[in-house]
């Protein structure tokens, strides 16, 4: 059934219907229509904020890179090789372009970090292309000689790494970066020198405070010959018809001046019936009769090294050699471990003297290296006075003879150096001569069981020294005080007073 009147309202209803009142418009305050703006203005300054630190923070407050630092702090030569780390072996593979003159290498440095190190330095003047640390592409500048390669995490203190270079270029072009030089005549190439030689074939720390073990593989043109230092491991892969490829060891450490990379046509010459292996070349460059001379000259070398073991004791590396040049290399002959850089003129002239200089450098220099380039007497002085000895023992003139007789011939002039601080450009000024004649003045004051005990005991030992060690060391064999004497001779620049004190006879 239908009502047509509607039924009543309920009474929740009712009364919701009777408090109702409708909305009263009123307008928002205004800073309700501000809230959007400053948001967005808060917003907005906070990413300036963070642009701000990222940007500017580095420049007030810059992140500290444990940088082992461009030198290991040689107060001749402040920026030579770098700090932070200390140089196992080099194995250094190179190519000898010679249609243009150019070398292509691949040097791999295995070290160890001895500080927190992130950013180490080696030195190279050759364009380098690719650093890898410890396999994978690190980063790297190169400005100079200076390669600045960076980690991208710090090397723990005793941590062990390789570093990988790629490099290449002329080395005439990169001369002007160092002192050293590719010294050439026609196909004859020699990269060899003194202080500095290796920066112009493999990077490297370079400086003698750092030896480490070296390994050349060099591939060359297929008549050429490649003369390194250490054992000849082989000297042909046999794998390509146009190169040949040149192996060589050395399992002593070495300073990297005392590396030789030698590229000529050469006759080499092996000799396994001594007490050590022998390894001599002669270039094919010289006249025949200067060869002849030369090579003669070169074989004499056994004979001298054991004559040099009875005064200053066993031999220190496990091979001998030498290498024959006809190149002008500047100098009589330069050290080179275990196979010595000959100037064959020089050679022929006087071999005595130069076997026994070069091979004196083999305890005094090369078992025993440099701590500082200031220390150059302790190479030169004894590598000197090695003549002299090996001299008197033989028959001719007494150490004291010459002592006496260069102390009475030379001039003002003579005296007017520090040999304990020749300053870098006169390192070599005086020290061959009157490094020799201290020595043996010194030999005068301690007597000769406690002057050639003192020379065999520094040397016993492969490492690096300092003068002042070596000083510390001969007073301690003696009740004099020595002072007086090492003021004279190596701090002095006047001629030193003719007294017994001072190591003259009496």
């Known amino acids: 059934m239908w009502n047509a009147d509607p039924p009543p309202e309920p009474p929740r209803f009712q009364q919701q219907r009777a408090d109702f009142r409708p909305p009263t418009t009123r307008p928002l305050p205004i800073w309700y229509w501000l809230i959007p703006a400053v948001i967005g203005g808060l917003a907005?300054?906070?990413?300036?904020?963070?642009?701000?630190?990222?940007?500017?923070?580095?420049?007030?407050?810059?992140?500290?890179?444990?940088?082992?630092?461009?030198?290991?702090?040689?107060?001749?030569?402040?920026?030579?090789?770098?700090?932070?780390?200390?140089?196992?072996?080099?194995?250094?593979?190179?190519?000898?372009?010679?249609?243009?003159?150019?070398?292509?290498?691949?040097?791999?440095?295995?070290?160890?970090?001895?500080?927190?190190?992130?950013?180490?330095?080696?030195?190279?003047?050759?364009?380098?292309?690719?650093?890898?640390?410890?396999?994978?592409?690190?980063?790297?500048?190169?400005?100079?000689?200076?390669?600045?390669?960076?980690?991208?995490?710090?090397?723990?203190?005793?941590?062990?790494?390789?570093?990988?270079?790629?490099?290449?270029?002329?080395?005439?072009?990169?001369?002007?970066?160092?002192?050293?030089?590719?010294?050439?005549?026609?196909?004859?190439?020699?990269?060899?020198?003194?202080?500095?030689?290796?920066?112009?074939?493999?990077?490297?720390?370079?400086?003698?405070?750092?030896?480490?073990?070296?390994?050349?593989?060099?591939?060359?043109?297929?008549?050429?010959?490649?003369?390194?230092?250490?054992?000849?491991?082989?000297?042909?892969?046999?794998?390509?018809?146009?190169?040949?490829?040149?192996?060589?060891?050395?399992?002593?450490?070495?300073?990297?001046?005392?590396?030789?990379?030698a590229i000529g046509p050469y006759k080499v010459i092996e000799d396994n019936s001594g007490a050590r292996p022998q390894v001599y070349a002669v270039s094919q460059q010289l006249p025949p009769q200067l060869a002849a001379s030369t090579e003669a000259a070169l074989r004499r070398t056994p004979e001298t090294v054991r004559r040099l073991e009875e005064v200053w004791g066993p031999y220190p590396f496990s091979q001998i050699g030498g290498v024959a040049s006809s190149v002008d290399v500047g100098f009589g002959a330069l050290e080179n471990q275990t196979r010595p850089l000959y100037r064959s003129e020089a050679l022929a002239q006087n071999p005595e003297r130069l076997l026994t200089h070069e091979y004196g450098h083999m305890w005094f220099g090369n078992q025993v290296t440099l701590r500082q380039w200031d220390d150059?007497?302790?190479?030169?002085?004894?590598?000197?006075?090695?003549?002299?000895?090996?001299?008197?023992?033989?028959?001719?003139?007494?150490?004291?003879?010459?002592?006496?007789?260069?102390?009475?011939?030379?001039?003002?002039?003579?005296?007017?150096?520090?040999?304990?601080?020749?300053?870098?450009?006169?390192?070599?000024?005086?020290?061959?001569?009157?490094?020799?004649?201290?020595?043996?003045?010194?030999r005068n004051v301690l007597g000769d069981e406690q002057f050639f005990a003192l020379g065999r005991d520094w040397v016993a030992r492969p490492g690096t020294g300092s003068l002042e060690e070596w000083q510390a060391r001969a007073q301690a064999r003696t009740s004099v005080d020595l002072a007086p004497f090492w003021e004279a001779w190596f701090s002095a620049i006047s001629k030193p007073a003719r007294t017994p004190q001072n190591g003259f006879p009496a």
Request: a negative charge; zero cysteines; glycine letters at 8%.
């Open 376 to 442: 150059i007497f302790m190479n030169e002085g004894y590598a000197s006075f090695s003549e002299w000895i090996l001299t008197e023992r033989a028959g001719g003139r007494s150490a004291n003879e010459q002592f006496l007789a260069l102390y009475d011939r030379a001039d003002d002039r003579f005296w007017n150096l520090r040999i304990d601080d020749p300053g870098p450009n006169r390192m070599f000024a005086a020290v061959y001569a009157r490094g020799p004649m201290a020595l043996q003045a010194l």
């Open 44 to 261: 907005v300054l906070a990413a300036l904020v963070v642009v701000a630190v990222l940007v500017v923070r580095p420049i007030l407050f810059p992140v500290r890179i444990a940088d082992g630092g461009d030198g290991v702090g040689d107060r001749y030569f402040p920026t030579a090789g770098g700090g932070g780390y200390d140089a196992r072996n080099y194995r250094i593979e190179v190519t000898w372009q010679e249609a243009d003159s150019r070398i292509e290498g691949r040097t791999t440095m295995t070290a160890v970090a001895t500080q927190p190190l992130q950013r180490l330095h080696l030195d190279l003047a050759l364009p380098a292309s690719e650093v890898r640390l410890n396999g994978q592409v690190a980063r790297y500048t190169q400005q100079g000689l200076d390669l600045a390669v960076t980690a991208d995490r710090v090397l723990a203190p005793g941590e062990e790494f390789r570093v990988e270079v790629v490099y290449g270029g002329n080395p005439d072009a990169a001369a002007g970066l160092t002192t050293a030089r590719a010294l050439k005549l026609s196909r004859e190439v020699l990269f060899a020198g003194e202080p500095f030689g290796s920066a112009l074939w493999y990077p490297s720390n370079d400086h003698p405070s750092d030896p480490a073990t070296m390994e050349v593989i060099a591939r060359v043109p297929r008549d050429l010959q490649v003369i390194s230092v250490g054992a000849l491991i082989s000297r042909d892969a046999g794998n390509e018809p146009d190169w040949d490829t040149w192996h060589w060891r050395s399992d002593e450490p070495m300073a990297t001046y005392l590396n030789l990379l």
